[in-house]
């Protein structure tokens, strides 16, 4: 019997994998068994081989030419270093040639000054003053370094135990400025993958450090119990790894973007209630609310030991620079060493820490400061209730009067140009300087503009008399001619 053999190179295709019929030559998919994919396989293997082995395509080593250079030269156009100047961006200001006090000089003219946070009346104060010349005669004018790295002096540590004990806390932390307080404060403490719950209407230094934080954030309307209690609510219901984060509340407690005072007793109910932290800034109501001046949780009757950190800038009622913080002594041990505003930063110039424990003591000399102020606000409150056009949304007892337009022309720059109309005449026509709300580029704030009036306790009756009657002749005038209001 003759065999025959038959070369597997001469077989077709489909005898030839049977050829190789081996228990890896087949594959099953979705049931369906594939005969042959060791064929296509070891294709791809040899593809990929070649790919491997080949040489990639490279440009010839030309150098450019002369011409060639400054052709793409020509070409190209760099990104700008600051964005387009808008029309509203070319605001200049009038310039002081005086001290800000409740009096100023603007043109060489003597204007009454509601613009400045001089709530106490304590800018130019003799005692202050005399306070300053001894530092500076002692000190000089600066540090000229970190409190971490020889910037300490002793006036310093004096100022922050002036401060803790004024306000009943542990410990007390300077700042050299005050708007980096809240810069710093928010990312020393509040990090990635941390809760903030936040009021709408801070101002833009809260913005800024809650920005640097990366946190998690979510804002309530302003000064809104409602909505804000609907925020702890849900985060609690729909989060389940509430319990194991961190959560914080910040709020100011006279808001400077409304004049309104934050409800802290509510505040603190709810924060109990909900497991969350309080940061408070009390940049305009230290020295001005509770009956001793000590701020917001005097004046609710809340245990400042019930807020965990408590912040102010000292430009306000104190009339001198930087900003502090204070609480427990874990508190402020942790921001010397995680704040990057008092790690980095030269410490405040001796003098102002002097001036800033003269304002103290003077204010607790004269509670009566308090009760002036307090007569000059309701004074304003009463004379511009009935301003044509305008209504006033701050609180009665805010340092900060707020009127805002009662009908808005439809967009933030138009309410902006007639505010800005009114404050304009009422400097030019009465002598009177008042300032528009007006916010930065940067400023997320949602809240409409207005027109912010700063009350001291140093303004006369004349001069908050004087205040009244122009803004509302002045408004009467612009806002008819201009069909707003009512």
Known sequence: MWKIQISPSRLPLTDWVKYFDVPFARAVVFGVPIAGHLFVEGLLFIVILFLLSSKSYKPPKR???????????DEWVPEPLIPSITEEMKYEPPVLESAAGPHTTINGKEVVNFTSANYL??????????????????????????????????????????????????????????????FSIIPAFCKKGDFVVVDE??????????????SSIVYFKHNNMESFQGILEKFNQENKRAKKLRRYIVVEAVYQNSGQIAPLDEIIRLKEK???????????SFGVLGKS???????????????????????????????????????????????????????LPPYLASAAITA????????????????????LHQGLSNIQGLEIVSDTLSPIVFLKLKNSTGSYEGDLQVLDDIADHVLKEHSIFIASSRKSTLDKCSLPCGIRLFV??????????????SIKRVAAELLAANMIGS
Not at 67 to 73: G, T, V, Y
Not at 201 to 214: A, E, F, K, P
Not at 277 to 282: F, S
């Open 63 to 73: 150098p450019l030419t002369k011409k060639e250079i400054d052709e793409l030269c």
């Open 121 to 182: 009346g304590f800018l130019g104060h003799e005692k202050l003053l005399d306070s300053c010349t001894k530092a500076l005669e002692k000190y000089g004018v600066g540090s000229c370094g970190p409190r971490g790295f020889y910037g300490t002096i002793d006036v310093h540590l004096d100022c922050e135990a002036r401060i803790a004990k004024f306000l009943g806390t542990s410990d007390s932390i300077l700042y050299s400025y005050g708007l980096s307080t809240m």
């Open 201 to 214: 209407g801070v101002h833009w230094g809260i913005q800024n450090g809650l920005h640097l934080s990366r």
């Open 274 to 284: 909900y497991r969350f932290r309080v940061i408070l800034d009390e940049s305009n």
């Open 293 to 347: 001046g000590r701020g917001l949780t005097e004046h609710c009757g809340v245990p400042i030991e019930k807020v965990d950190i408590v912040t102010a800038a000292m430009g306000h009622a104190l009339a001198a620079e930087g900003g502090f913080c204070t609480g427990s002594a874990r508190v402020i041990d942790h921001q010397r060493l995680s704040s990057s505003g008092y790690v980095f930063s030269a410490s």
């Open 360 to 379: 103290i003591d003077v204010l607790e000399e004269t509670p009566d400061l308090i009760t002036k102020l307090r007569k000059n606000i309701a004074t």
């Open 456 to 469: 001291s306790a140093a303004h006369t009756e004349s001069d908050l008399a004087m205040a009244c009657e």
